[in-house]
């Protein structure tokens, strides 16, 4: 069974840097769609930063230029690059891989 593990999450400050890793266990990440989610206090889930079938990535505009996504397929492991974060930044993200698998997410706070 395949599954999706996040770490990384935590406290930071406005401004701050944060790398969050996806870890593949019992088999490696589609060829397909994969990448972040999250999901905010009061928010529904919302897309962040995917890696389409083609190898290209997909930014929310808001994030562009501070987020950036990755993956290292030796690893079996997808990253989440979190630059000069903003208070709204706060939210629970999630790993995502086609078709429909999700990761538990992990916690990232920002705050002074």
């Known amino acids: 069974q395949v599954q999706l593990v996040e770490s990384g999450g935590g406290l930071v400050q406005p401004g701050g840097s944060l790398r969050l890793s996806c870890v593949v266990s019992?088999?490696?990440?589609?060829?397909?769609?994969k990448g972040w989610y999250r999901r905010a206090p009061g928010n529904q889930r919302e897309m962040v930063a995917l890696?389409?079938?083609?190898?290209?990535?997909e930014i929310l505009d808001s994030l562009k230029g501070r987020f950036t996504v990755s993956i290292d397929n030796a690893k079996n492991t997808m990253y989440l690059q979190m630059m000069n974060v903003k208070l709204e930044d706060t939210a629970v993200y999630y790993c995502?891989?086609?078709?429909?698998?999700w990761g538990k997410g992990t916690q990232v706070t920002v705050s002074s």
């Open positions: 995502y891989d086609f078709p429909g698998r």
């Open positions: 019992g088999g490696t990440f589609s060829s397909a769609t």
């Open positions: 890696i389409t079938a083609n190898g290209n990535s």
